[in-house]
């Protein structure tokens, strides 16, 4: 769903940052861009935060054209 206006029916938004272009100005716009979508403008905007780091993929990966990954261990 693409939307460019706040709504009350949003209940997260999840974005993946290009990889070449992640540095603290343009995660301040990220972060900027999506609470003007979401929140209480009464009782606060965010509920909950959640960031996720990937890291680079080891070479049989990268080999296949994988350029993070995401590994969770139990």
Excluded: W
Aim: glycine residues 8%.
């Amino acid at each position: 769903m693409a939307t460019s206006v706040k709504s009350k029916n949003i209940a997260s938004i999840s974005v993946s940052l290009n990889p070449k272009k992640q540095n603290l100005e343009t995660i301040n716009q990220m972060i900027k861009l999506i609470l003007g979508r979401v929140g209480c403008d009464g009782c606060g905007r965010i509920a909950y935060f959640d960031a996720h780091v990937v890291g680079d993929p080891e070479p049989d990966f990268e080999r296949v054209g994988a350029i993070s990954v995401d590994v969770r261990a139990r």
